[in-house]
């Protein structure tokens, strides 16, 4: 059973660069200070460890990443017992305190192991990643049939009593977290090649009140609202059944609506990676104020390689931009790229497999998982994009956490029936995502969003004016509510 991994090459990527180097130099700083465990963290770790040691009994093969120094992998007693981790300081400690176990100092994103195991161990580590998928992807390789991933992570609502904890010393000082939900968690692992077997909570006192800390943290926190406040969330997956992908590759369109974007138009023709069959590159200049228009005629000349096409937009709107543009393209797989590329075009050959192995039929990018560069999006935008996310979720009757992601990937012929019912949902839609939405649940077709880091701007200024089309989402939402939901 194997699956092919499309995580992104990051070799040359400064920011996951800095982003690893500065988790490495913390982790080895804290095993530096060797520091013992407080009230806080010793029970939530002894309360770990025994819902490890219920779920994996002793004697198996047992892989764990993201190892630390090494004690809750010793306490699973396994036959074979394999640690990984990035920080040498912490794997010595471990080498030093499990001597019978095997510990590997490796980046999880590089992971290169030749055996399989029966279980495979990530506690507290997802929040702490760069890549989540892309770590999870490379545990495929060293899963058979049988194997579990069992995975433990802090639950969002626990955010705010951490970083208390951690100002007054009860808790690890940590670097920026990926706070993710159990939906984000699920969606990952599909994307990954595992279907969730079971999630449920844990740990809901962390403090050793006598008492109160064992019924809360064996009866309550299985109940209901108790478990909503949940300190980590567990979830069990296994690797999913594999379907083999059609034989031939798709032929690829990326649209890439660019207005007053001159200066990003050579990055793209230099990172817009080969995808499918082939890729055609389709740009829609849109009445812009700088040479953007020129730039990309100088890029499709200096790039007589690459399938282009150079489009100058009549109407108004990005909305109007795609829709050109994908009027225009010739491939199976319709995708849009922003030319601001505060979404890296990188990312894109996973919106591709994605369609391609089944995993979904729409494939929306979502900025909201990771956390973003200080100037990626203003306070304001990052709000009404969690409560547009909330609404449209209830609209769609799916998760839907980012609305306005503009980097999404379809089917062509699933575009051509989303035209065909155009008129159903009116003509207001500035962006062009909503109808797209709107369109492909109306289809029935599965929505699955891929999460994307959102970069900081490093050329010309937004289009959004975030009140005046905050008003018309409002607007928009009313009415797609009357289509969708009271019908």
């Known amino acids: 059973m194997t699956t092919k991994v499309a ?34 963290n010793r029970l939530y770790h002894q309360r770990l460890s025994e819902v ?25 007693d396994p036959e074979v ?48 990643l760069w890549d989540v998928q892309g770590a999870l992807e490379r545990l495929r390789p060293v899963c058979h049939a ?14 705010i009593p951490l970083r208390v904890a951690q100002s007054v010393g009860a808790a690890k000082p940590l670097l920026a977290q990926n706070w993710l939900t159990v939906n984000d968690m699920t969606n990952l692992l599909h994307l990954a090649g595992f279907e969730v077997v079971r999630r449920w909570e844990e740990m809901l006192c962390p403090l050793p009140v006598p008492a109160v800390a064992r019924l809360s943290n064996l009866v309550l926190v299985k109940s209901w609202p108790f478990k909503l406040l949940a300190q980590t969330n567990f979830i069990v997956a296994r690797p999913a059944p594999y379907i083999k992908p059609p034989t031939s590759d798709p032929t690829v369109s990326v649209v890439i609506p660019a207005r007053n974007e001159s200066e990003n138009i050579e990055e793209i023709f230099r990172r817009v990676p080969d995808m499918g069959k082939s890729t055609e590159l389709v740009f829609v200049e849109g009445h812009s104020k700088d040479e953007t228009y020129d730039a990309i005629q100088r890029g499709i000349d200096a790039h007589p390689e690459r399938k282009c096409l150079l489009l ?46 089944g995993q979904g039929e729409f494939i929306n990018g979502v900025r909201l998982v990771y956390p973003m560069e200080s100037k990626a999006m203003r306070f304001f935008n990052l709000l009404g994009n969690k409560f547009f996310s909330s609404v449209f979720s209830w609209l769609l009757g799916q998760p839907i956490k980012d609305t306005l992601c503009g980097t999404k990937a379809l089917w062509k012929a699933d575009y051509a029936r989303i035209v065909e019912g155009r008129s159903y949902f009116g003509n207001f839609d500035p962006f062009g995502d909503f109808e797209l939405l ?28 975030r009140w005046t089309h905050g008003w018309l989402l409002l607007k928009m939402s009313a009415f797609a509510a009357r289509r969708m939901k009271w019908v």
């Open 438 to 465: 709107f369109g492909a649940s109306k289809l029935t077709r599965r929505i699955v969003e891929m999460p994307v880091r959102y970069r900081q701007r490093v050329y010309g200024e937004t289009n959004i004016r």
């Open 312 to 357: 100058r937009q009549t109407g108004e709107g990005k909305a109007d931009a795609v829709r050109l543009g994908f009027e225009r393209c010739s491939g199976n797989i319709l995708m849009i790229l922003d030319a601001d590329l505060t979404v890296a075009p990188e990312d894109l050959p996973r919106f591709v497999e994605a369609l391609r192995t």
């Open 146 to 159: 049988g194997t579990r991933v069992v995975i433990n992570v802090y639950s969002h609502l626990w955010e």
């Open 81 to 128: 017992g394999v640690g990984v981790d990035f920080s040498s300081a912490m794997l010595a400690m471990a080498r030093t305190r499990h001597p019978k176990l095997k510990f590997i100092e490796a980046d999880a994103l590089q992971l290169r192991i030749g055996e399989t195991f029966d279980f495979i161990v990530l506690s507290d580590l997802v929040n702490d």
């Open 7 to 40: 995580s992104p090459n990051y070799i040359h990527d400064r920011a996951h660069h800095e982003y690893s180097s500065a988790r490495r130099a913390r982790w080895d700083q804290i095993a530096g200070r060797s520091p013992g465990m407080t009230a806080w």
């Open 52 to 76: 490890y040691r219920w779920l994996i009994p002793k004697g198996r093969r047992v892989l764990e990443v993201g190892c630390g120094i090494g004690d809750l992998l010793g306490d699973l």
